[in-house]
């Protein structure tokens, strides 16, 4: 019988696995698996969002141009979102505990490596290596989670996970503002050392190795390659749309090489004996609209929170410490929120959770396309603290649909999903809302600068001052006279606002869809098979 027609038993008949008897000690203990895998999972979070404030200090000490810069990002992205899935295939093959343990290593490591680069060449080749260990670490946490926890606890457990990395990646910007500030860019990174250290040690003696009986033991090469060059494909094609323009050549062809290389991924998946990823999964239609989910999710609050912090910065003036303090509304909901989705969904299943949770994202995306330049901290902490209430059950309710809807043996590669899904979606919201903020600001940066009254601008200088606008900047020419230099500003941050305005617009009917699609999720039909299937 091939590893395809396992996984389609699997799915249609929930395994059933004895519950384990209490775990003794410290090894394989649920709370203190969650806690240690925790730790790990922090640090990849928080390099999401943290080192976009020191790219600036990065650029200046080591003179690296705007594109070098970008790829710090990008190439981290890239690496991260590439290596899911298959970095979850490798848990299911080797053992989750050795995959997250390598994962921390490899990721404290390169993030070390990065503070003592001397040269921005070094800092993104070490960002890419840092993406390649961060794969690893995050379908593993995953996975342990899935194999440890009796079903009943394992919703509460994703909360308090799902609690951990919106807080990270909320988080990052404040951290990050702190550090740059009053220490140095390099101490971004290194403070992934010691946190690193300590997620070792912790798991060396707390983390215990689950194993399905029926866990891969080949590895399909070919649908490795073609999946990472369809992901590679996609991301990038949506991190170079807006450079290139969505109608440009190069574009479409990334775009239309990622669909075919989606399609022939797909029909090799028929003939490999132990595919990469069994087609089987998606025939489990609450999988299915789990992964979408979590792609709308993703789409909503990443392509967001893009815009809130220029909104924040550099429309409103803040600091990048103070902006992240204007987002702890939206921490403190997540923080809150997301254990207590674990216990709503497990008394009620994720279905009411997640429909309402995106109808709470939908209602704050259309009150934050209200936010004007005058728009104050009262009114703004209410649409950030109701987004992060309605983020919160669709991380964790989302996750555990995924997850729990998935053979044991197939957890890694579930967990992959789930993170690729968040991925994908984040550039694509990222991209998307780009786009729309850039087509408004071409649309009527050229009308309000009339109406104001200011100096003609050439076509030249109008693109570049729609690219200052697009980021809330206001193209002020050093010299320009103080009454004058008020009148751009004004046009500047109204132009942005209303972009952004729109830009959320789209994001709540985005939010809208995804409520409809959560409709079609229910509880994992194979949680049961976790809690301590497989020990070794």
């Not at 389609?8 to 698996?33: D, I, M, N, V």
């Amino acid at each position: 019988m091939t590893s395809q027609t396992t996984a389609e038993k699997a799915l249609r008949e929930p395994q059933s696995t004895p519950a384990p008897a209490p775990a003794k000690g410290l090894r394989g203990h649920p709370w203190l698996t969650l806690f240690s895998v925790a730790i790990g999972v922090m640090m990849v979070a928080l390099d999401g969002t943290i080192v976009a404030i020191a790219n600036p200090a990065i650029q200046q000490d080591l003179h690296a141009s705007l594109a070098d810069v970008q790829w710090i990002t990008n190439g981290y992205m890239l690496a991260l979102a590439v290596s899911l899935i298959t970095a979850g295939k490798l848990g299911d093959r080797f053992g989750h505990r050795q995959t997250f343990l390598i994962g921390v290593v490899g990721f404290a490591a390169a993030s070390g490596a990065i503070g003592f680069s001397s040269s921005v060449a070094l800092v993104i080749a070490f960002r890419v290596l840092q993406g390649l260990f961060g794969a690893l670490l995050m379908p593993a946490a995953l996975g342990l989670l899935r194999a440890t926890f009796p079903a009943e606890k394992l919703n509460m457990a994703i909360g308090i996970w799902g609690m951990v990395i919106g807080a990270s990646t909320a988080g990052g910007p404040i951290l990050g503002g702190v550090l740059v500030e009053h220490v140095s860019w390099q101490s971004v990174f290194f403070i992934n050392v010691p946190v690193g250290v300590i997620a070792l040690l912790l798991g060396v003696v707390i983390l215990k190795d689950h194993r399905a009986e029926n866990a891969p033991r080949s590895f399909d090469i070919g649908g490795i390659v073609l999946l990472s060059q369809a992901m590679f494909c996609l991301i990038w094609a949506l991190i170079k749309g807006a450079e290139w323009g969505w109608g440009d050549f190069r574009t479409l062809g990334f775009l239309g090489a990622a669909v075919a290389l989606f399609v022939v991924f797909a029909l090799s998946q028929k003939n490999v004996r132990e595919p990469l990823i069994p087609l089987a999964m998606f025939r489990s239609v609450p999988l299915s609209a789990g992964v979408v989910l979590m792609v709308l999710m993703a789409f909503a609050f990443m392509g967001g929170l893009f815009f809130v912090t220029f909104y924040l910065q550099n429309v409103h003036g803040m600091k990048a410490v103070d902006a992240g303090l204007h987002l702890l509304p939206l921490t403190g909901m997540m923080i809150v929120g997301s254990p207590l989705a674990g216990l709503l969904i497990t008394k009620l299943g994720p279905r009411v959770p997640l429909v309402g949770g995106m109808v709470c994202t939908a209602v704050a995306m259309f009150g934050m396309s209200q936010l004007d330049t005058g728009t104050g901290t009262l009114t703004m902490s209410i649409w950030f603290g109701l987004l992060g209430l309605g983020l919160a059950p669709v991380m964790v309710g989302a996750t555990e649909v995924i997850v729990g809807n998935a053979p044991m043996e197939l957890s890694g590669v579930a967990g992959g999903l789930q993170q690729a899904a968040m991925q994908v979606g984040g550039s694509l919201g990222t991209a998307v809302l780009g786009a729309v903020m850039a087509s408004q600001v071409d649309a009527k940066l050229a009308d309000n600068w009339a109406a104001a009254e200011l100096p003609p601008l050439s076509p030249q200088q109008l693109d570049q001052a729609s690219s200052a606008v697009e980021v809330g900047i206001p193209p002020v020419a050093s010299g320009t006279p103080g009454p004058v230099a008020e009148k751009i500003t004004s046009v500047a941050h109204d132009t942005f606002v209303s972009g952004m305005g729109t830009a959320f617009m789209v994001a709540g009917v985005v939010a809208v869809i995804a409520a409809l699609v959560a409709t079609l999720t229910k509880r994992g039909a194979n949680a049961e098979a976790g809690a301590g299937a497989g020990h070794i």
